[in-house]
């Protein structure tokens, strides 16, 4: 049972990325996954309730692949840039509707900023620690993370991508290097020059 609950939720997951979900009734969500409704009711006791363990499931799936990756890392620098290219990676099945329809919902939204309160937090950590190691210039950590925490909420409402034209990916990107670039103590960021460099090799 506990395996059957967790391929619902991957499923159901992938089909809110990709649709949405607020415009969905219980029946035709239980059609759509080709089950009873009984069979949500284990998830969740009503609709809104589903949402919230949906997007719940998707943000903790998208830390957890998130945190394996940053995991490899050991420069603040590389950290950083590995933790929102990831970031960029993980967001990028969900669609403008889903976006949508998380930021609308209260219940759902609370996921939602709750996951770019986390997100600010690890830059703030990561600036603190390259501060105290020379890596990076002496800067508030804690404003960086504010401006960062306030560019990622823009980004997943798709806000960027309206005024710039970037996809989410490039934002991302672009968020990367500007901090990483911006923050370095000198103009050589070892971490960028070994991707560039295994790069070219490959």
Do not use: W
Not at 68 to 87: F, G, H, I, N, W
Not at 119 to 124: G, K, Q, W
């Amino acid at each position: 049972m506990r395996a059957r609950r967790a391929e619902l939720l991957d499923r159901l997951c992938e089909l809110f990325l990709a649709e949405g979900f607020a415009h969905f009734t219980l029946d035709e969500l239980a059609g759509r996954m080709h089950c009873s409704k009984s069979t949500l009711y284990t998830l969740a006791h009503s609709k809104e309730q589903l949402a919230v363990r949906v997007v719940g499931h998707f943000f903790k799936r998208a830390t957890g692949n998130i945190e394996r990756r940053v995991a490899e890392c050991t420069d603040p620098r590389s950290r950083m840039r590995t933790y929102l290219k990831a970031a960029a990676a993980e967001l990028a099945p969900a669609s403008r509707r889903f976006i949508a329809d998380m930021a609308s919902n209260p219940a759902t939204r609370a996921s939602y900023e709750s996951n770019a309160r986390a997100a600010a937090d690890r830059i703030r950590q990561d600036v603190h620690e390259g501060v105290r190691t020379g890596v990076f210039r002496e800067v508030d950590s804690a404003l960086v993370a504010e401006m960062v925490g306030l560019t990622l909420s823009a980004i997943q409402r798709g806000e960027i991508s309206e005024r710039t034209g970037l996809s989410d990916a490039a934002a991302f990107d672009a968020l990367s290097d500007f901090l990483v670039g911006g923050l370095s103590a000198s103009e050589t960021d070892p971490a960028r020059s070994t991707e560039e460099h295994g790069t070219e090799e490959s």
